[in-house]
């Protein structure tokens, strides 16, 4: 929750109310509906939901993307006005707002209903019982693309295996002549690296916004090191290249060829065709290699939600804007944002479809990647995330720097983070388990 007292939000939350959770008297015509998102081409989806509904309209702000909408949404929030009726916020986010009893509880309006259209671990990123506090929209499960025509060149096999892995780079440094590296290592991305230590089966956090008093610290264990422990190895070989993600190195990169893999989230194929368009036809999606030779342990990388504030005048309409949007059976906003913003759905039923599940990509020589990513989203696990996430990723991408440039090893940066980490909930007001 970055600046925001934890210890005043939790010491008065007894005293608190959803202002929200009482909808106003029932509107005589139209209600617009305010919604702060920025998802890609979403444009064309709240033309399509305003085209349907006759009773709602909706109001769409691109208020900033990540942070830049946190930052604005926490102060309008703060200050009991501003605030949109439903904005979009990415899982690990949804603990911070809610602590301060900003998120109001829509299975009160009939959340509860759409349950069965996501699988269990989706639906417990965004619930705690019966209460919900926003509707899944998209995930991040996470696989390896990989260049078959390097892959070929060099007489690389597709590793299965973190140990395989690391043997194919090995061979490739050699056969390359170092000038090719299996992939890059972005120590700038906090979500990248929490989603290879969930796939380890790690647990940094236990939480329950139902318990907001409360929370385990555990981001230094066994699980959690021996990621730390593969990719300082991987790094300091010379076997990783290490350029931030997101910036023009990394980008020359995956273009050039210099990388034979990208360790990728389910939005990342879109995303590869985007800042790569120079190697369509030449890449190829595989399942994650395991810690466990026959394993199918998965990891998720970034995925977003619907919430309703409690600047909501009509919560009820809101909700209802919420679950519809990008519902289940909105099969038309579903084909705008697979088709044009590569978004991965945690909708079953549009998880499930022909449409989805056989879609050809191009840029893949056809390949039908999501018979690769579904299966990955099904096999993940129950995570939990904390009520201080920004600062826990502050503090992840801290340390990794550190690690990269030698200043402490990659297990005693994780030490140092967990005293970090416990420190400062302490300090919010937290009990530290």
Known sequence: MTAVAAF??????????????????????????????????????????????????????????????YTKLQTALKAGKGAPDVAMLEFQEIPTFQLTKHLVDIGKYGANDVKGDYVDWAWKQVSSGDSVYAIPVDAGPMAMLYREDIFKQYGLTVPKTWDEYKQQAEKLKTASGGKNFITDFGANDGGFMTGLMWQAGAKPYTYDVGDPANVKVNVNSPEAKQVMTYWEGMVNSGLADTKAYGTTDFYNGLGSGKYATYLAAGWGPGYLQSIAKTTAGKWKAAPLPQWTAGGNAQGDWGGSTFAVTDQAKYPDIAAKVAMEIFGAKNTDAWKIGIDKAYLFPTATPVLESDAFKNKEYEFFGGQKVNEVFIPAYNGITEFDWSPFNNYNFNQLTTVLGQAVEKKTSWTAALDTMQQNISTYATQQGFKVQ
């Open 8 to 69: 005043t939000a939790i010491t008065m939350v007894a005293c608190s109310s959803d202002s929200g959770d009482e909808p106003a008297e029932k509107p005589t015509g139209p209600v617009t509906i305010k919604v702060w998102a920025w998802y890609p081409e979403f444009q064309g989806v709240v033309d399509l939901f305003n085209k349907t509904h006759t009773d709602i309209k909706i109001e769409w702000t691109n208020a900033g993307a990540g942070q830049d909408q």
